[in-house]
């Protein structure tokens, strides 16, 4: 017996891959409903590679009474008006936006790294999934912080403008087209040209000089990992249209060397460690395109400070930053609380 899913947001880029990896991973669903504004409803879309075809329903209207959970990828406007409504009417919302990651009474959930924190969804009915740049990193820190307690991370992202959704993907082509073509290349989406260039800026800029984006992956990675830890983090946007990359410095509490730290990332959960030490012997963001593991390569002591290594991780955004996170949340929610069968 399966469970009535609604995926909320369905006609965007995260939505669409949502319902790839439902299908993709075989989830237990006995009935789907896909959800987008009124502009879009009547559309059909097709569920994964099933050969099924759903029709799109305007979430103006749609009528949340029986259904189990909902996969939201609406952005924070449209979640603060829905998702409320949703989970009074007893279906859980696995939200992808940023509105509810911060609330105390609302898990933030990675399921390799905390799912014992998703016991606490009941207070809201509601379930946050962190941020892109985020999941991917604290993937890679959990094995490592069990081992040896991390200190410290400074971290410099690389970040795919799919990130900023399908505007974000669009600028990207046609500034790379035009300037091929000796047309101009004026920014709409970012503040300055992304082709064949980098950006450090994403989201907007707060007081103390940092982004928002950087902010998040402070505040994330202290409550789904260890408030102890200290982050600080420089956010890029760079011409990859999709997967993020990560350099990640750590320091530790406890002694801990490359190799060790290899053996370690070679057996955690959700992890793939190519790490070669040789010409291509690393992994980059276009080859981590449709896989839903977390890629870690360049592994090396960090000699600058005691107790420290360096890395580099790589991550598709659309599928560990977002959909297929919120599928695992979806699954380890049906595991634990809303077993059916």
């Not at 790294?113 to 993937?139: H, L």
């Not at 000699?303 to 979806?330: E, M, P, Y």
């Amino acid at each position: 017996m399966g469970y009535r899913i609604v995926v909320a947001g369905a006609t965007g880029n995260v939505g669409r891959e949502m319902l790839n990896i439902l299908a993709e991973r075989e989830f237990p669903i006995e009935e789907i409903a896909v959800l987008a504004s009124s502009r879009s409803t009547g559309t059909e879309i097709e569920f994964g590679d099933s050969g099924k075809i759903l029709k799109i329903r305007n979430i103006e209207t749609f009528d949340w009474a029986g259904w189990d959970m909902a996969l939201f990828a609406i952005g924070s406007e449209a979640t603060e008006k829905f998702a409320p409504i949703a989970a009074k009417a007893g279906c859980v919302v696995i939200d992808n936006s940023s509105l509810y990651r911060m609330d105390p009474d609302v898990p933030l959930i990675v399921p390799e790294v905390n799912p014992d924190a998703i016991d606490g969804y009941k207070k809201r009915n509601i379930i946050a999934n962190p941020n892109c740049s985020t999941a991917q990193m604290v993937v890679a820190l959990k094995p490592l912080h069990d081992a040896a307690t991390i200190k410290r991370v400074i971290v410099s992202t690389y970040q795919s403008v799919s990130g900023a959704g399908k505007q974000g993907m669009d600028e990207l082509f046609e500034q790379s087209r035009n300037i091929f073509v000796g047309d101009a290349a004026e920014p709409v989406k970012f503040t300055k040209q992304i082709a064949f260039n980098v950006i450090p800026h994403i989201d907007k800029f707060l007081d103390d000089g940092s982004t928002k984006e950087e902010w998040k992956m402070v505040v994330e990675t202290k409550k789904i990992l260890d408030p102890k830890i200290k982050v600080t983090a420089t956010c890029v946007r760079v011409p990859v249209f999709v997967g993020h990359s990560e350099s990640i410095n750590i320091e530790f509490e406890k002694e801990l060397s490359a190799e060790q730290a290899q053996d370690i990332l070679r057996e955690a959960p959700g992890i793939m460690l190519v790490d070669k030490r040789e010409d291509a012997g690393y992994v980059t963001p276009i080859e981590c395109v449709g896989d839903s593991a977390t890629y870690i390569s360049r592994v090396r002591d960090d000699s600058t400070v005691d107790n420290g290594i360096a890395l580099w991780c790589v991550s598709d955004n659309l599928r560990k930053g977002a959909a297929l996170n919120a599928v695992q949340i979806a699954e380890l929610l049906g595991r634990r609380h809303l077993q059916k069968g």
